[in-house]
């Protein structure tokens, strides 16, 4: 009986092994490495996208395709028919969204990637001004994987504290959360190169101005924590690089005269890579304690600009509005937050420390 | 349905078996015994009665029996005819003629080592059977059996499956006196125990059970025994034989007693409390109780470093998954789960396999079936032969199959990769199950990808969970957990922390070395 | 129960707690944080800890029970103490819960497996894998049981840690302010941690096997405490990463978590984590199948628990094909955990009171 019953399951078994249902072989699927994104024209929106040609023989622009439709996924099923094999989005590396897109909302299009769940949420985030998908015309050395040569901009170890990244989980997090908003890094298109240039600034999920590099470079600085980076400043008309090891921000928000007031404290451990001037560090502390004076006066100086333009454009990248939640409770009021963190006044203090200088000075 | 297939061979096979039961006297007629060995043994060519006459005086009619190709004829002729047709001076009268003749020939005129008297015919039936000369004597109610069986034997050679580098270099041969001799030599122990046993109905095969009696749990013995009397066969040519009527459970794949061919391995698990078992006519050991982790030991773990044991330990382990699921998990991934490639490795796949016209499934299955036909091949053809077909089969057919697109490099790399894995499992018996498993595991993964691999690993483990080796449960001491029995396990520690038995077979000496006062 | 199969079955101490700890962690970790987010929102990891407490409290009664029968049972000693019909009626009520639960997690599972893994691959299909392994698992016996959870214990915790990465993600703002909901979000948010809590009913099947009874409570409430650990960990770190208001989009935020995380060589966590989840989802699920099968073959007296398993087959796929979506999964998660709730507390209130008034002791 037991066996029978045993026998009889093994069969049922065997059975459901006649099909396969999901199968979809490496070589008979395509794998985009982008998609960009363009403005509206005729109700529908513009697509573009590269899917690497794994067949020696095939030629070389084939693997080109703009697509368009009403919403992503829609333009992305068009899609399907035109390219030989099923298009899987596993191996997406960055997205990229014109201005005007970005500028009108980034939510219609997240829909998607959040959804399906091949997606990668480190997907990058980008942001061209301009047209997104003029990025077919640019050869890019030393690959012609436009997503890997931007996945290695960003991700490849170089240290540029202008160099933010955004990824679909920062972004979603960042979009939901009160009291922070999100930041895309700003993309230029060369004919042969792309250069990372500021980044755009969003309230909820519109893009409402931009921040240039230096904007970044000091934005980074408050926000993120154990940084590495380069910082040029000119003192007496020579240029000094810094090389930023380590970094520390500490925020405090308190109340005066019904205002919010921020005091931001901003700790460097900094080294020196080049100093033009050919000063001798050595045995001169005074020299040391002047090129730091020189470092915290700058970066001073640019993080009030980039305050300035925040407060402008009321939009709170940095996180301000959580970190009042946290700390003081009573002084966030979600609805009006936008309101309070545009007026609030902001405190910063900096205290650099040069700790490394060279073999030679 | 088993069952009846069950009865059915036992119906079959015992039909015309010799009816030992009723035990039949030596009577004091010297041709009524004859006669009666006669009825009992069929008319072969090579069974010699010989008839003579006892004593210098040759008044004594007396029979030698014997089978002429089991015995050195020259001690027979040398030691036991001559001293009893010339040697031997008798006083005929009839009275003390019994006694006499029990006395002096035992104890004086045969000079050899293996005698003894029975008053069974049958017992007396059975011994001739089994290589030995019969004596009888007229008007003795009693036979005389010799031991002076001459059988032919190869040398003790170096172990073939089980090589080692460094280690004894002998293993065990056919004749079970020799394997004895083998492990008697290596262990002088006055509890060592080696009870012989006659199995099979007509084969009468001898089976040594060997075990330290101061150290082996009385119920494993017990249960030895039990299933030892349960075996109904009519004959026993290996070892496997008697493995196969003692397992647990009939229906699993894996090896429920471990088979060496090393005196060395045999002697380890005899002071760990095991049994062995060896069987006459064959040059195989079996080991029982034994846990699925033994098959993973090899005897160099302990005779080397521990660390390069811990290391090879680990590497078997791995070897063990590899074996098992590497094909699988390349049908999974590259059928359906390329997220879980990076991405580098995805493309080139993706390259890779570009043209080959098969799903990865049937490359998979077309590539093992035929490594599974070259390795059958390569056992079967003779040595050096064997061995050209490995490499010409190995390199020609994949290098073939790869150029003219029928499978991709890294599908033979998978391949290459799974058979190499299955060669570093020391024992050649463990990697059965393997193997057949892998092919479960590869549809398992063509239909159900990831999830079909894990169902795949659940039912394996359960089903290794659910195993006892004579009452020992089979995964310990991964499950059960034994914590003292994991430093030998997928590690091993140095030897100065094996002062305990494992504890996964039960022992009545916890410790290796008794405590001294 | 006869006395030579419980001899037979016997586990020991330890197993138990890992069938405690396995039977407990299953479907309900991957839903849990967003459930708790949603109502006690910053101070989600409090319900947890309460909870925990909470159910110690079922455990020391069901002890208390027991161990007056300790070869009996639940249908054993029930028939002793409320007389045979009602006691058969108790009985049925608890097996039939027990495979109502064991419908529902296999059902969950084949549908994060259908959502996230095989989109394509049939459920029933699916589903008669996973039932055909439960079977298979069940027909070993008690002890199979208890080695699986142990060896898959010690097999898992370390590949657990693949969480771990996480751990430096979590943002502990979002816990921040503390102990700002109100005590009734915090009871709520308790009981809408029942259901990834339910596993205490074990106890009335598997008592009589376990090897030293005297001791089960200490190591039922050791399994209890590092299965709120567990919860603990997972709680902090998801709503940690996430934050409380993104993590109320994401249906399964234990599993997307890792989504986040770009690994080097590795590709992509969450799907090697889903693989594991595999393993844990079985273990929760086969232990109720175990329960509902040992229960009503001890109630009918068959012979072997193969014959209750077969009976019992197509009800659970029943019960799994009896929701109709994901929303009613897990409102039928709520009804069947508070029915749960109820036979944990009730039965062993009940009982010990009728002994106390009958004087049975």
Redesign the interface.
Known sequence: MQNKIKIITLLLILMLIVGCWDVSEIDRTRFPTYITFDQKADDVYRFSTKIPVLKEEAPEDVSNFRFSGPSFYSGFKDLQPRVMGKISLALLRIAIFSEAVAQEGLKPHLDTFLRDPVIPGSTLFAITPGRADEIIDIEVAPTNDIGEYLELLFNGGTDDLILLETTLNDFFISLLTTGVDPIIPLLKYGTDDMEVKGAGIFQNDRMVGQLSEKEVRALTLVKEKGLKGEIEIKVEDEIVNYYIQNNRAKIEPSSKDGRLKFQIELTLDVDIDEDTNFRRLIDSPSTIERLEEELNSNLKREIYLLFDTLQELKSDPIGLGQITRAKRFDLFDPDEWRQDFSRAEIEVDINSRIRRLGIAT | MWDKIKDFFKSNNFINRLDLEAEEKVSSNLEANIDYLKDNLAPSSDLVFRSFHIGQKKEIDAEIIYFNELINADILQKEVLRSLMFDLELDCSNRTIKKEINDTLINSTIPIGELETTQSLTKALEQLLSGDVILFIEGIPKTFILGIKELEKREVQTPQIEAVTRGPQESFIEPLSTNISLIRRRIKDNNLMIDIKQIGERTKTDLAIIYIDDIVDQDIIKKVRDRLESIEIDGVLEIGYINQSFRDNWASPFPQFQTTERPDKALANLLEGKVVLLLDGSPFASIMPTTFIQFLQSPEDYYDHFYIASLLRLFRVAATFITISLPAIYISLVSFHHELLPRELALSLATAREGVPFPSVLEAFIMEISLEFLREAGIRLPGPIGQTIGIVGGLILGEAAVDAGLVSPPMVIVVALTAIASFVIPSYSATIPLRLLRFSMMLLAAVFSTYGLMIGWLLILIHLCSLESLGVPYFAPFAPIKLTDLKDSFIKFPLKFMGKRPESTPTQQKKRQPDKE | MELSKIKREQI?N??LIFIIIHNAVGTGFLSLPRSLAEVAQRDSWLPVIISGILWSGGFFLIYKLAIKFPNDTLVGYSDKIVGPYLGKIISLSYILYATLVTGLIARISMTV?A????????IP??L???L??G???VS??T??L???D???F?GLTPLFLVLAPMAFNVDW?NF??MF?SEPLEIIEATYLTMYSFLAVDIMFIIFPFVEEQKKALKSSLIGLFIVTLTYLFITVLVVGF??I??I???TWPTL?IL????V?????L???F???W??IA?TSFAPYFYISSYGLADLFNFK?Q?YSS?ILLPIIAFVAFFPKNLLEIFSFMELIATVGLALTFGIPLLFLTIIKLRGLD
């Open positions: 020991s330890r197993q497996l959502s996230v893994n095989l989109p394509d691959t049939p299909v699916t008669s894998l996973f055909f392994t079977f298979y698992l070993q016996g002890k199979a208890a080695r699986l142990e060896f898959l010690f703002i921040r302010p700002q996430y934050g208001e993104a109320q989009y994401i997307s989504k986040a995380l770009n080097p060589f590795f590709g992509r969450e799907f090697f889903f693989f594991l595999i393993a079985f072997h193969n077969f």
